[in-house]
Nanobody, 117 residues
Framework: QVQLVESGGGAVQPGGSLRLSCAAS????????MSWYRQVLGNKRELVAN???????TYADSVKGRFTISRDNAKNMVFLQMNTLKVEDTAVYYC???????????WGQGTQVTVSS
């Protein structure tokens, strides 16, 4: 079992930046594949970024060059640095963990990101 808690969301103007954090507890995530997803009410949850245990990353085309996912295994945390934010980045952002020491697919409760002028 692992518990994931996201933080760092908020309201920002277009062009601004936010850094989301995902803190894991209950189990180590150092061997887990970690991802950030986002969801707009009424829409399907979509993958934003993924980081594997070897540090390799993938990004949705819509965020490439603007968002950076990283992990700190010593702190059992994952981060999403979001720069040059756009109105269309507005969503609830969720942390996801799968594999490694944990059995199953785990989600955090989400953190709201609102980009507006």
């Amino acid at each position: 079992q692992v518990q994931l808690v996201e933080s760092g969301g908020g309201a920002v103007q277009p062009g601004g930046s936010l850094r989301l954090s995902c803190a894991a507890s209950g189990s180590s995530i150092r061997l887990s594949d970690m991802s950030w997803y986002r969801q707009v009410l009424g829409n399907k949850r979509e993958l934003v970024a993924n980081i594997n245990t070897d540090g390799s990353t993938t990004y949705a085309d819509s965020v490439k060059g603007r968002f950076t996912i990283s992990r700190d295994n010593a702190k059992n945390m994952v981060f999403l640095q979001m720069n040059t934010l756009k109105v269309e980045d507005t969503a609830v952002y969720y942390c996801n963990a799968v594999g490694g020491f944990i059995s199953g697919n785990y989600w955090g409760q989400g953190t709201q990101v609102t980009v507006s002028s």
